[in-house]
């Protein structure tokens, strides 16, 4: 295991998601989130961290270096990165869980006529990955940006109950020129940031097992 990390919970509460929808309250007990492996061009080992909120509602993801970029002093393969991060979480007995939402936070500087692109979807070890979800910017621009990919209700895909499964993360950022000039300027899109790393949150739906007969 890469790493460790153990939330010691004192409380619980439920949240309301984007949709108004509220899930079923956080289990009580403790959690922990094993970060089995990081893989990609925008996540190499050590450049990711993954915490669990004191009220086990969710989980954050931390970069320290994740950006693609095009133009004066990119590389040609910097215009695209990802990382996948394949988690073990141990789930409280008698719950299973899904992921609700995930809120995607970062900084663009796109030089007019350049765009970036980020996109996610998720999966449990053994099932078919979730559709990408896109979310597109355009220059100008030099802001930071926030988007929220949310799960509806009936979509949810809950970690099956007694069985063993790792959750996998993928994200990917894109930048292109389009119709800016790359010689002379630079455009990036990033989940990173010079005074700190960005956070990426992912908001738990706990559910309920049913209890085992006899």
């Not at 289990?27 to 450049?47: F, L, W, Y």
């Not at 007995?93 to 500087?109: E, L, N, V, W």
């Not at 063993?164 to 990173?192: C, W």
Request: aromatic share 10%; proline share 7%.
């Amino acid at each position: 295991m890469l790493n460790a990390l153990v939330a010691a919970v004192t409380l619980f509460s439920s949240v309301v998601t984007p949709n108004g929808w509220v899930p079923p309250p956080a289990p009580a007990d403790k959690i922990i989130i094993d970060v089995v492996t990081v893989n990609g061009t925008g996540c190499r080992p050590g450049s990711a961290a993954v915490s669990v909120s004191p009220d086990n509602t969710a989980f954050t993801v931390t970069y320290s270096e994740y950006t693609a970029q095009v133009g004066v002093g990119a590389k040609p393969t910097d215009l695209r990165k990802n990382c996948q991060l394949n988690l073990y979480v141990h789930v409280p007995q008698g719950f299973t869980y899904g992921i609700a939402s995930a809120d995607y936070r970062g900084f663009a500087s796109l030089a007019a006529g350049a765009t970036g692109l980020e996109r996610a979807n998720y999966y449990f070890q053994g099932n078919s990955p979730t559709s990408y979800v896109n979310h597109n910017l355009k220059g100008p621009l030099e802001d930071n940006w926030q988007f929220t990919d949310e799960i509806e209700v009936g979509a949810i895909v809950y970690k099956p109950c007694g069985e063993d499964r790792n959750f996998n993360i993928n994200t990917e950022l894109r930048a292109a020129v389009g119709t800016s000039d790359p010689k002379k300027t630079t455009s990036f899109i990033t989940m990173d940031s010079t005074d700190g790393a960005i956070k990426t949150t992912y908001h738990f739906s706990w559910k309920p097992c049913p209890k085992p007969k006899n």
